[in-house]
Every structure is written in C-alpha cells, then in structure tokens.
C-alpha cells in the first residue's frame, strides 16, 4: 500500500497534453476523428499518450510495439473493458444472417435497417468525450428535458432499437421452427436445447451479428473504393487470377497460397482503411509502471490502430493504396500478415478467421467476376471520388459512385441468373 502511495505521488503519467485544473483535457478531446487527433499526439508526445478527465484516466497507444508490450505481454493487466456510463445506459449488448436461418432482401432489408440503426448509436457512444455523461456520470440524474440532456433521448432511442433488433429475428426463428423450416441455424438449435433462456440467446446472437456484419461490409466498400482508384491494381490482381484460375471458374480457399498478389492486395485493403481505427478500448485491472510512467488501475487504454497503420517507417507513403508493400525485395509475400484492425491481446477480435476468410474470398470472386471503375456522365467524363470516413468505432466509407460491370461470360451468366431468381 504504502509503495502504491509512493508511486502515485512521485511517478508521472505518461506525457500529453497540459491538463487544466479539475476538468483536464476535457476540452481537448475530439469527437470528430479523434483517431487523427491521437495521431497527432503521438507524433508530439510519443508512443503512450495520457489524457484525463474529471475521474477518468485514458492512455492512447500509438505504436504496434507498445501495443505488444501491454496488450499482449502484460495482458493480465490490460484485458479488461471500461464500463462506459453511456453504453450502460443503452443496455449490454447488440444483435442477427446465419445465426437467424435468415436471408437477406437485397435492399432495404427490415432486420438490416434495425440493426444498422442500433451498430450505429453503440458506435457513436462508445469512445471518450463522445458523451459528456461519460465524463460526468452523475448528469444521468438529470431529467431528460433539461438542456443538455439529449443523451436520455438518444439512450432511449438506442435502446428501444436494440430491443427490436434483438427480440424481431430471434421471433422470427420460432415462427420458422413452428412451420417446420427451421432447424439448422445457430439460434434454432439454441432455442431447440431448452438449456438457455430467451434473452440470453437474443444478446449471443445479437453479439456475433452486430460485431460481424457492419464490420465485414466497411471493409468490402474499402475495397470497393480502392479498385476504382487504382484500376491498375486491379488489372494487376486480376491478371494474376486469370493466369492461375483461368476464366471458366470461381477461385477456391485451396487457390489462395497460389494467388500472393491478391494476399498482399487484401492485407493493404484491411491497412489502408482500416475498420476499427481506434481498436474497441480496453481497461487496466491493476496500477501498473511502463518506461517509468505510472498507469493507473481503471485507465482506458485504446490502441491507435490508425496510427500504427501510418507508421511511415514501416509503411512508406501510407496514405497511399499499394500491395507491393508486402513483398520482399525479391518479390516473395514477407511477414507482415498481421491484420492489426483485429486489435491485440485475449481481446483481439473472436471472428477473425471468420471475416479474413469472408473478405479474401469476396474479393477474389469480385476480382475475377467484375470490373470495378469510377463511374462516369452521361458526357462520359468520369465523376471524381473523394473518399471521406465516418466516425465512431467502425469506420465507414461514406458513399460514392463507382461503376460494376461483369468481365467475364461467366459473369454474365451469373448477373443474368440473379436478376432472374429476385425478379429485377
Ligand atoms: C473486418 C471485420 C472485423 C473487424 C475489423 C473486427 C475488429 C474487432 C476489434 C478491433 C475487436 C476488439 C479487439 C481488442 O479489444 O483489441 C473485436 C472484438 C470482437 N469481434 Fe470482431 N471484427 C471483425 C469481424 C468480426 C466477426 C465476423 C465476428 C463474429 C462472427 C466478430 C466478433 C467479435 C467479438 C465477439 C469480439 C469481442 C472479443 C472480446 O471482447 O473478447 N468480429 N473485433
């Protein structure tokens, strides 16, 4: 105890910016981007950046290396979550394709909207100085039509969003199971068990969907966006496909050591954009010392994925979109498959395998199927693209125009039937 006191009163934190007396940085924190701002700290104040606010300690972890060191090597201290005032007040957890039985209208899909709206509101809550009553837990108490309080509005509406999204699909399995349709989905044979509660199968579900789905489609528009800026990459990776593959059939999981360039285009699409900039935060359980900088029990640690992602002494130019990056001088894929917007240490992400896998083959079957170019007037110039992201924890491209045509007969074929099988 008495070594803690000690500690406390004599070691620092780690270096950022000047706090002011009682609120800290409150005022510094962003809300918009904040991973850019991070980035910026880092380059002025180091690796491990501290900021603080009234009760709240936070420490933004700019470099892959220090990432390691404490996510990973000192992960017994650093796996917890912070327990956000806001995210309580929405209620725990979010929700829903194979987990349902269920498919998917190919556009404005019911359960999508109703989960997309509630990814959403989690997402925008989620890091500091997002919500003031993070940072003030106590404005909770105030009546929601106090100024100020919009928040109980929008935790209202959260949570009523996430209600529906959680209990609509998981009805939606009974129905089917009722009718006799039913009994191969996740949930279904939950429900079939009779070993869990309603709810709890409602928030399992509603977990897997909510972390997967939103996720996955930021980091196909990514690629989207890439091919229709860098159409010679494109040629480059489909050149490769069709040497390989050829054009009368579909790439396979077995193709996919055969295909290096295609590794190398989807590790730089997961670089370049990636999805979670700002990783999900994590929560230190016991007061710990780094480099001689005191950390805090309880201090959110967030991994400045973006950061990491921009380390020029790794990534050259890294702003721009460019495979070559992972090969070696003597043009064999190098090691660097690490996929850092997966986050690190026992938190890193659970469905990994399971989105590399879904984005790998999405992109080789897009690749080999279509072309993906900027869109064009009808005078035939071509409509410029200036790709802006959104905020929160997962990053999306905003919308843009680009043009998808099929490149092969097979394609055709493959357009043709589709539009046959939804009547469009
Ligand atoms: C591009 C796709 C995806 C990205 C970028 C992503 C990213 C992340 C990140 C950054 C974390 C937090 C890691 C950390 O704390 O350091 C995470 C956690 C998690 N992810 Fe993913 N994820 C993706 C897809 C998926 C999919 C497809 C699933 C499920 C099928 C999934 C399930 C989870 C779960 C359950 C956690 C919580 C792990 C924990 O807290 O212990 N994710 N993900």
């Known amino acids: 105890k008495v070594f803690r006191a000690w500690q406390r009163r004599y070691l620092s934190f780690p270096p950022g910016p000047p706090p002011y007396p009682i609120i800290g940085n409150l005022l510094d924190l962003p809300t918009k981007l904040p991973w850019v701002t991070y980035t910026k700290w880092g380059i002025q104040y180091g690796d491990l950046v501290h900021i603080s606010a009234p009760g709240q300690h ?53 359960f999508v909207s109703l989960s997309e709206s509630a990814v959403k509101k989690l997402s925008d809550a989620i890091f500091p100085g997002a919500m003031a009553v993070d940072t003030f837990p106590i404005l909770r108490y105030l009546p929601s039509w106090m100024p100020g309080a919009d928040f109980q509005q929008f935790a209202a509406e959260a949570r009523e969003l996430t209600k529906e999204m959680q209990e609509a699909p998981v009805n939606f399995v009974k129905q089917n199971m009722c009718d006799g349709m039913d009994s191969t989905s996740v949930v279904a044979k939950l429900l079939a068990t009779n070993r869990y509660d309603e709810v709890t199968i409602q928030s399992v579900a509603g977990t897997a969907y909510a972390a997967g789905a939103d996720t996955t489609v930021s980091s196909l528009t990514s ?44 590790r730089e699409v997961m670089r370049w954009r990636p999805v979670t900039p700002l990783g999900v935060p994590h929560a230190s359980t016991e007061d710990d010392i780094y480099n001689g900088y005191f950390i805090p029990k309880g201090t959110t640690v967030i991994s400045n994925i973006w950061a990491m992602t921009r380390d020029e002494s790794i990534y050259y130019e890294p702003d721009r979109f460019n495979p070559d990056r992972f090969f070696t001088a003597d043009g064999q894929l190098n090691e660097d498959a690490t996929i850092l917007t997966f986050g690190f240490g026992q938190r890193i992400c659970e469905g990994r395998h399971h989105a590399d896998a879904t984005i790998w083959a999405t992109i080789v079957s897009v690749l080999s199927t279509f072309n993906i170019e900027k869109a064009k007037y009808a005078t035939g110039k071509e409509i410029d693209i200036d790709p802006k992201y959104s905020d929160g924890l997962i990053s999306h491209p905003e919308p843009f125009a680009c043009s998808i045509t099929p490149r092969s007969e097979m394609a055709k074929n493959l357009v043709q039937a ?4 939804h009547d469009v």
């Not at 917890?80 to 194979?98: F, G, H, K, N, Q």
């Not at 040629?235 to 396979?252: W, Y």
């Open 223 to 266: 690629f989207c966006l890439a091919m229709a800026l860098y159409p010679e990459i494109q040629k480059k990776a489909q050149t490769e496909i069709n040497t390989v593959i050829g054009t009368d059939r579909l790439p396979e999981f077995e193709d996919r050591p055969l295909l290096p360039y295609v590794e190398a285009l989807y």
């Open 58 to 110: 936070v420490v933004v972890v700019n470099s892959v290396k220090t990432a390691v060191e404490l996510f990973e090597k000192r992960s017994h201290i650093y796996s917890d979550r912070p327990i956000l005032t806001m995210i309580e007040l929405l209620t725990a957890a979010i929700i829903m394709a194979t987990v349902y039985g269920y498919e998917v209208q190919p556009t404005n899909d019911h």
């Open 418 to 421: 589709t539009a046959e099988t």
